[in-house]
Nanobody, 113 residues
Framework: QVQLVESGGGLVQAGGSLRLSCVAS????????VGWYRQAPGKQRELVAR???????DYADSMKGRVTISRDNARSTVYLQMNSLKSEDTAVYYC???????WGQGTQVTVSS
């Protein structure tokens, strides 16, 4: 069974940075596209960024220029570097294995203004 575990969330002031990590179990990770999503209170879950197994990326318009997604297949880890955070970035951030439709448990990001 594929498991995904996110970490790195926390409380940060507006303008600050955080780096989220998503560690996956299972060999299938290396051939999978992985996405970072977020869900704010009362809102639908939305895509933040996605990276294919060969490193191609795409980003949500709302986050372009402020986030960078990367992966280390040797460590079975996908990272999300977030800069210039805003209060509206407050949400639970989830990673998803797009091949298996598996989700992690999420990590809370809170940006104070």
């Amino acid at each position: 069974q594929v498991q995904l575990v996110e970490s790195g969330g926390g409380l940060v002031q507006a303008g600050g940075s955080l780096r989220l990590s998503c560690v996956a179990s299972g060999i299938i990770f290396r051939i999978s596209t992985v996405g970072w999503y977020r869900q704010a209170p009362g809102k639908q879950r939305e895509l933040v960024a996605r990276i294919t197994n060969v490193g191609a990326t795409d980003y949500a318009d709302s986050m372009k220029g402020r986030v960078t997604i990367s992966r280390d297949n040797a460590r079975s880890t996908v990272y999300l570097q977030m800069n210039s955070l805003k209060s509206e970035d407050t949400a639970v951030y989830y990673c998803k294995n797009e091949r298996t439709n598996s989700w992690g448990q999420g990590t809370q990001v809170t940006v104070s203004s």
